[in-house]
């Protein structure tokens, strides 16, 4: 499954269940206010790392680079652009976006 | 019919099979519209014969709580309609553990009857399904 997450750490408890629900084989796509949780410094990044350690998480480039954060992403984060983001709902049997 | 309604209506209406598609419930009722349109989509979706599942998790548990008194918001209160689910055949309601926990909120509490689940349950649950559509 592919779990995508839009939500800043910040502002929804999204991403911390977002973490808590994908099992091994899944994959975490962080796009538009979650990207903020891919780089380094903030306060879910502990979350992310271990995250990391189980799973591929991906940000959107485009998402990164407006922010102003495309310099500032964890070491392991990978980072797609718009047609990464299609490849990997293409490769994943389901999707769920986590509001 | 809300837009996101028309879209689930016209995805399905193609589809000849059976789907496995849960509905992920994950905001309180009334300070925002996805708690109301989720639960238009649900039953909108009872049309359509598929393999229909809920969950509620995060503040989603609070849509499901008794005692909901709307009038003086002169809001609808939709809970009751959770109670009717069970009359479109929609029977397979999972509230997760660890969210009812973290509020304080017993099962006795809830509207209608459910399935408790934790969240790594709840994790192989939404792994099993062909669609989940989240609010």
């Known amino acids: 499954m592919l779990h995508i997450v839009n939500k800043s750490p910040y502002?929804?408890?999204?991403?911390?269940?977002?973490?808590?629900h994908a099992?091994?084989?899944?994959?975490?796509?962080?796009?538009?206010?979650?990207?903020?949780?891919?780089?380094?410094g903030n306060a879910?990044?502990?979350?992310?790392?271990?995250?990391?350690?189980?799973l591929p998480v991906y940000a959107l480039g485009?998402?990164?680079?407006?922010r102003g954060m495309a310099g500032a992403v964890i070491d392991g984060?990978?980072?797609?652009?718009y047609g990464g983001f299609v490849d990997l709902v293409a490769e994943h049997r389901t999707s769920q976006s986590w509001l | 019919m809300s837009q996101i309604a028309e879209e689930f209506e016209s995805e399905v209406a193609t589809e000849a099979v059976?789907?496995?598609f849960m509905f992920v419930n994950r905001k309180a009722p009334y300070g925002t519209i996805y708690a109301l349109e989720g639960l238009e989509v649900v039953l909108i979706s009872a049309a359509f014969n598929q393999d229909v599942s809920l969950a509620f998790l995060d503040d989603g548990v609070y849509e499901l709580l008794k005692g909901q008194q709307t009038k003086a918001l002169e809001v609808k209160n939709f809970s009751p309609t959770y109670r009717a689910l069970e009359g479109y055949d929609i029977e397979k309601l999972y509230v997760e553990r660890e969210s009812l926990a973290a509020r304080g909120i017993r099962e006795d509490q809830l509207l209608v009857p459910v399935q408790v689940v934790d969240a790594k349950e709840m994790a192989a649950l939404m792994e099993q399904?062909?669609?989940?559509?989240g609010f």
């Open chain 1, 62 to 66: 485009p998402d990164l680079e407006a």
């Open chain 1, 44 to 54: 879910a990044e502990d979350a992310v790392r271990r995250a990391l350690g189980e």
């Open chain 1, 23 to 40: 099992l091994k084989g899944s994959a975490v796509l962080l796009i538009e206010d979650a990207v903020y949780a891919a780089t380094k």
């Open chain 1, 11 to 20: 502002e929804k408890s999204s991403l911390a269940s977002c973490l808590a």
């Open chain 1, 77 to 81: 984060v990978k980072v797609v652009d």
């Open chain 2, 129 to 133: 399904q062909d669609v989940i559509i």
């Open chain 2, 18 to 20: 059976v789907k496995k």
